[in-house]
């Protein structure tokens, strides 16, 4: 469709646009806080990202700069994972500097952790959310910023005439996406939520007061992460409130928690999760070493989540056979709401020993 100029010029362009679009928010995600955002990482770095990068500090992460920058050909042929480095894995501009240091000190510095698992599931889920909010909000700032740019893409004589209204062309289908996909206002009641056990205290049962919450222990070992917050879809698209959910390190470190947040009295929403996915817990494994417990996990998390990393080794074996075609092709089902069977395996497993 373009010639290898134009490619380099719309892809630097798009990457651009969303590097800018993730830079634009201009205060703080605390509530009455208006200081500057920091980068921050959803993922501590060096307790958690620093474990399962390789020697040169790489991963592999979902990125929105990148997805957008080429996204007629992502999605299909390269995934929608990237290599990079821990420093830029998971990262969002969401909390200035005091807040980041001060909210989050209980799951960020060795000497201070907390021993509760409530509020450890409260402080992670409530920077999923600041990552999703923060980071579709920004998104939904890329049409505006591309109008400014198309005037100058239009001179460019290295630019094909047909060339660029082809680029309009999917640029209106990407945006369309973009605006039906990422509705932000939908995360006000569930940011008042986390806003509302903020002032009153971190304490389980300030916290079991705004929030239904379910849990699971699962003994593997951190391959992958997931966190963040968003619709729930399962095969079908609802109008319902939206969740935060993870994968994140167990609080001992032993193991991986897998995690889901709704707000106080939408538990029957989610039947599903609060129901039927403690039930699959025995056995985890079944002879064949799947689980459906896990397979429902890693279906969610793909489903739902925009912001994963993964383990190199675990890319890289995924990548020797088919798992990763499959899983990307489960990736560009879910975001084209194709219908999918939650509880069906699909080719691929996140949570295999590498
Ligand atoms: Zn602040």
Redesign the pocket.
Known sequence: MYNKIEKKIFKHTNGELTKKALKEQRC?Y?PG?S?KPIKSHSFQKRAVLNKICDKSGNVYFTDLPNTYSDYETKLENTGFLHKGHINDASTFFG??S??DTEIFKPIEVETELTDNIYEYLFLYAYRGLAYSHVSEKSIKTIPSLLTKKKAALEKNPKIENQSIVNYRVTQEIVLAMIKERYNVDKYQVLKQHFEKVLKNGIEEKVIKQFFDIMYIKLPVSMNCLALGAGDLYFGERHEEPPICQGLIPDIDGTGMIYFFICVKGQKHLYHLIFEILPQCTSPIFLSDGRSPLLVIIQNLLLMNLENIVIRPELYNKMKETDEMKNMNRFYTASILNQNIQISNFQGFNLFQNV
């Open positions: 703080c605390f806080c200081k909390f200035c005091e807040h």
